[in-house]
């Protein structure tokens, strides 16, 4: 059982920058691939970004540039630096994680293991 807590989600002028945090919890995390999604009102939830244990990483090839996933094995964190944040990047924010999934490629919803409850994001223009 895997334990996620995401942070870092808050109101943010467009152009302006944010880093998301998520916590895991449990003693097996390099174990994980971990993912971020989101979801905007209204909208399905879609795959953000992928990171595996080594640090092997796949974004969204519409969000790639602007976006850094990275992961602290010792601390069980995963983070994604948002930049050049648009009104577009509104959404809830999830945490996710996953075993045996390559992080090679874009990660499908039905792939997750565990989700954490989000975090908003909000990009005012």
């Known amino acids: 059982q895997v334990q996620l807590v995401e942070s870092g989600g808050g109101l943010v002028q467009a152009g302006g920058s944010l880093r998301l945090s998520c916590a895991a919890s449990?003693?097996?995390?390099?174990?994980?691939?971990m993912a971020w999604f989101r979801q905007a009102p209204g909208k399905e939830r879609e795959f953000v970004a992928v990171?595996?244990?080594?640090?092997?990483?796949t974004y969204a090839t519409s969000l790639e540039g602007r976006l850094t996933i990275s992961r602290d094995n010792a601390k069980n964190t995963v983070y994604l630096q948002m930049n050049n944040l648009k009104p577009e990047d509104t959404a809830v924010y999830y945490c996710a994680a996953a075993i045996g999934i390559t992080a090679a490629q874009a990660m499908g919803v039905s792939s997750v293991d565990y989700w954490g409850k989000g975090t908003p994001v909000t990009v005012s223009s």
């Open positions: 449990g003693r097996t995390f390099i174990s994980y691939t």
């Open positions: 990171i595996g244990w080594t640090g092997i990483n």
